[in-house]
């Protein structure tokens, strides 16, 4: 098989999965009134419905990395797969809904392992003068994925029933599990040692800080549940990171964050996605609980927004060869965070839904934009063997920006509004969108921290030696 063929089936196997994973954190959405009828379900168990998938997927997802640096990255991926593949049966099979949760939390595993690793294996598989434009179209597939899916899942549930979103998975992962193992070159990290006690501290203290998070709203912040759940998540992070600065060979170098190309590139991340997925969580039942769409109707009529990463990402990802990804990530998170403002400005129970069109795709070029160079400057500030343990930290950090966003915005609409009447939900909806608009804009501040474009030999000198603060030249 020649190079050309073998990273022309790296991508599509990567691509694929990554698609899948990354379709299942929103695709659920539209399927829970189905879910709730049929099982008798609770609004907390709905809630829970959705948290199990994200709460094992971004306290895991270092724990993934990590795991594929040790015992080889091909290997991990297929056992991903195969967890991913058969966590969808049992949530399609589910009698009830305590087994519903279980099987998404463990589908949730699955996707932490594969998600990481799928950046890996196709930055080592695609020529250097290349990558940029292979990492932006990876970048758009996996933004895709999360965009479309309240529009996947309104169709399944429409056209079939809620257990065939789960189903679809099913052929996916067997088809590809095989193709993994024959096609993918297997490769492994450099630590010859798995950093246990890392992993148990930072899976330990980010589980606390997700649990927090997720449920203060229905418990209540105040209370000692959350209190206590914060508090300890945050003190077995802290820990984690004393443990690093002095473990022998640490799942995550604390000198990754000394520099600055990546701190600010995972400042960015979380503060895009905490944007991004609260106010797409509340707008998508703004048309829905507002407008009166039916839930396929509702996401078709976001495609404006979600759609835009198929034709922009992949432009991007070859102009951020060319321009490096500063510029490209800052305009996309101002683009979207002006999206955003547009739509809290104009949002009234009456809107027509041509007034939205506009803000819709000025967030979805932004999307984009952000999509496309993000993976490329997190692994280019890293040395090529520690890809995987710097992707498994920005796809962690990314989905709690998702968490956060969803939490806090949801608070904000709660203190504010509710689902009494359309006027009382946009009364909620509002200020909840402001406030996910004013974030992604610090968002883009911090993409212009990001220096411009470095040399090869000065991105291993602040890897391989003391920690320095890149220089920075003319784009």
Same mark, same amino acid.
């Given at each position: 098989?020649?190079?050309?063929?073998?990273?022309?089936?790296?991508?599509?196997?990567? %691509?694929?999965?990554?698609?899948?994973?990354?379709?299942?954190?929103?695709?659920?959405?539209?399927?829970?009134?189905?879910?709730?009828?049929?099982?008798?379900?609770?609004?907390?168990?709905?809630?829970?419905?959705?948290?199990?998938?994200?709460?094992?997927?971004?306290?895991? *997802?270092?724990?993934?990395?990590?795991? #594929?640096?040790?015992?080889?990255?091909?290997?991990?991926?297929?056992?991903?797969?195969?967890?991913?593949?058969?966590?969808?049966?049992?949530?399609?099979?589910?009698?009830?809904?305590?087994?519903?949760?279980?099987?998404?939390?463990?589908?949730?595993?699955?996707?932490?392992?594969?998600?990481?690793?799928?950046?890996?294996?196709?930055?080592?598989?695609?020529?250097?003068?290349?990558?940029?434009?292979?990492?932006?179209?990876?970048? #758009?597939?996996?933004?895709?994925?999360?965009?479309?899916?309240?529009?996947?899942?309104?169709?399944?549930?429409?056209?079939?029933?809620?257990?065939?979103?789960?189903?679809?998975?099913?052929?996916?992962?067997?088809?590809?599990?095989?193709?993994?193992?024959?096609?993918?070159?297997?490769?492994?990290?450099?630590?010859?040692? *798995?950093?246990?006690?890392?992993?148990?501290?930072? %899976?330990?203290?980010?589980?606390?800080?997700?649990?927090?998070?997720?449920?203060?709203?229905?418990?209540?912040?105040?209370?000692?549940?959350?209190?206590?759940?914060?508090?300890? #998540?945050?003190?077995?992070?802290?820990?984690?990171?004393?443990?690093?600065?002095?473990?022998?060979?640490?799942?995550?170098?604390?000198?990754?964050?000394?520099?600055?190309?990546?701190?600010?590139?995972?400042?960015?991340?979380?503060?895009?996605?905490?944007?991004?997925?609260?106010?797409?969580?509340?707008?998508?039942?703004?048309?829905?609980?507002?407008?009166?769409?039916?839930?396929?109707?509702?996401?078709?009529?976001?495609?404006?927004?979600?759609?835009?990463?198929?034709?922009?990402?992949?432009?991007?990802?070859?102009?951020?060869?060319?321009?490096?990804?500063?510029?490209?990530?800052?305009?996309?998170?101002?683009?979207?965070?002006?999206?955003?403002?547009?739509?809290?400005?104009?949002? %009234?129970?009456?809107?027509?839904?041509?007034?939205?069109?506009?803000?819709?795709?000025?967030?979805?070029?932004?999307?984009?934009?952000?999509? /496309?160079?993000?993976?490329?400057?997190?692994?280019?500030?890293?040395?090529?063997?520690?890809?995987?343990?710097?992707? #498994?930290?920005?796809?962690?950090?990314? &989905?709690?920006?998702?968490?956060?966003?969803?939490?806090?915005?949801?608070?904000?609409?709660?203190?504010?509004?509710?689902? &009494?009447?359309?006027?009382?939900?946009?009364?909620?909806?509002?200020? /909840?969108?402001?406030?996910?608009?004013?974030?992604?804009?610090?968002?883009?501040?911090?993409? *212009?921290?990001?220096?411009?474009?470095?040399?090869?030999?000065?991105?291993?000198?602040?890897?391989?030696?003391?920690?320095?603060?890149?220089?920075?030249?003319?784009?």
């Amino acid at each position: 098989m020649s190079a050309r063929t073998k990273t022309i089936w790296t991508f599509v196997i990567t %691509s694929v999965a990554l698609f899948m994973v990354t379709l299942d954190n929103l695709v659920v959405t539209m399927a829970l009134p189905s879910i709730r009828l049929d099982l008798g379900a609770s609004i907390e168990d709905l809630e829970w419905t959705v948290n199990a998938y994200t709460l094992s997927f971004a306290v895991l *997802l270092l724990t993934g990395a990590a795991l #594929g640096d040790r015992f080889g990255r091909r290997r991990l991926f297929a056992i991903g797969l195969g967890i991913f593949t058969v966590a969808s049966a049992a949530a399609a099979l589910a009698p009830n809904v305590e087994s519903l949760i279980a099987a998404r939390a463990v589908q949730g595993v699955g996707g932490a392992i594969i998600t990481p690793l799928t950046l890996t294996i196709l930055s080592a598989a695609v020529p250097a003068d290349k990558r940029g434009l292979a990492l932006g179209a990876w970048g #758009g597939i996996g933004g895709l994925g999360v965009a479309l899916g309240p529009v996947v899942g309104g169709a399944v549930v429409e056209g079939l029933s809620w257990q065939w979103i789960f189903w679809l998975n099913v052929p996916i992962g067997i088809a590809l599990a095989p193709l993994a193992a024959r096609r993918l070159t297997e490769s492994f990290g450099p630590d010859s040692r *798995l950093d246990l006690r890392g992993l148990g501290l930072v %899976s330990i203290g980010l589980f606390g800080i997700v649990w927090g998070v997720v449920r203060g709203n229905s418990v209540g912040w105040n209370s000692g549940e959350i209190v206590g759940a914060l508090a300890l #998540g945050v003190a077995f992070v802290a820990t984690f990171v004393l443990w690093e600065l002095r473990a022998a060979a640490p799942m995550l170098p604390m000198r990754y964050f000394r520099n600055r190309t990546f701190a600010a590139t995972n400042v960015a991340s979380l503060f895009m996605f905490f944007g991004m997925f609260g106010s797409i969580f509340l707008l998508a039942q703004f048309l829905q609980t507002v407008q009166g769409y039916s839930p396929l109707s509702a996401g078709l009529r976001t495609l404006p927004w979600t759609a835009m990463p198929i034709f922009i990402a992949p432009l991007a990802g070859a102009l951020s060869d060319r321009i490096g990804g500063r510029p490209l990530m800052a305009v996309g998170l101002a683009m979207q965070a002006i999206g955003l403002g547009w739509l809290a400005l104009i949002s %009234s129970p009456t809107v027509p839904y041509g007034d939205l069109v506009p803000a819709f795709v000025v967030s979805g070029i932004g999307m984009a934009l952000f999509f /496309a160079p993000v993976a490329n400057v997190v692994l280019s500030s890293v040395r090529r063997s520690e890809e995987g343990k710097a992707s #498994g930290t920005n796809n962690a950090i990314r &989905e709690l920006g998702g968490v956060f966003g969803v939490a806090v915005l949801a608070s904000v609409f709660s203190s504010y509004g509710g689902y &009494e009447t359309p006027s009382a939900y946009v009364d909620g909806l509002v200020p /909840a969108v402001w406030v996910g608009a004013a974030v992604v804009a610090a968002g883009a501040a911090a993409a *212009l921290v990001i220096p411009r474009r470095r040399r090869t030999a000065e991105v291993a000198a602040v890897n391989e030696g003391p920690a320095v603060e890149p220089i920075e030249q003319a784009a």
